[in-house]
């Protein structure tokens, strides 16, 4: 690869167009679709290669890592066994301060 060309790929459930040599430019997308089509206008603009690598689809988004990251939250929120209030609602949205 050199220097802005564009890899789209599945990972861990999202689609993702990697830029070779510009991470910062790199994004993720919720559709196989969405990325190809960013992917393409992205190396037609930079007169770079756009390569698309093929997944099975999973269906499912995750927020893991490898095998030796911490371990994803996925599911219902486990009850507080340290006897503190909640800080958010079901939704992961604050909660008024509940120590004033």
Request: proline share 6%; aromatic share 4%.
């Amino acid at each position: 690869m050199s220097h802005l060309d564009v890899v789209t790929r599945d990972k861990q459930g999202q689609w993702v167009n990697e830029v070779e040599g510009a991470n910062e430019l790199s994004l993720s997308f919720s559709s196989r679709e969405e990325a190809v089509a960013a992917g393409l206008d992205f190396a037609r603009q930079h007169g770079s290669r756009h390569t698309v690598e093929e997944a099975t689809p999973s269906g499912v988004i995750t927020d893991g890592g490898g095998p030796d990251d911490g371990v994803a939250v996925v599911g219902d929120r486990p009850a507080r066994s340290d006897g503190l209030p909640e800080t958010t609602d079901e939704d992961g949205m604050p909660l008024d301060n509940p120590s004033g």
